[in-house]
């Protein structure tokens, strides 16, 4: 199992969220826990909700999703974008 850590990497001019530069979401098991931000955006967590549960789990190793690097929500004229750690537990 793996505890994803998803920090702001990128906020554009408007946000809806306001999440800034370093604003961190982690995932630990089935709880998501706000570090760094008092909120957590819904259009944002639907957006990456689809990997969520894989990069919390062991991937083979010729499994792309072990390479996502970079996840984005849907904001479609300049989406937040978060940087995607995975830590062994």
């Known amino acids: 199992m793996y505890k994803v850590v998803l920090e702001v990497v990128h906020v554009p ?3 809806a969220a306001n ?5 961190r979401i982690v995932i630990d098991d089935a709880i998501v826990r ?6 957590i955006c819904l259009y944002a967590l639907s ?3 689809p990997y969520l549960t894989p990069l919390s789990r062991e991937l083979a190793e010729d499994d ?3 390479e996502v690097t ?3 929500c849907q ?3 300049e989406p937040v ?4 750690t995975r830590i062994k537990k």
């Open 13 to 15: 001019t408007k946000c």
């Open 19 to 23: 999440y800034k530069v370093g604003d």
């Open 34 to 39: 706000t570090e760094g931000s008092s909120n």
């Open 47 to 49: 957006a990456l909700m």
């Open 64 to 66: 792309w999703m072990s």
């Open 70 to 72: 970079e996840l984005a």
């Open 75 to 77: 904001d479609s004229h």
């Open 81 to 84: 974008k978060f940087k995607v």
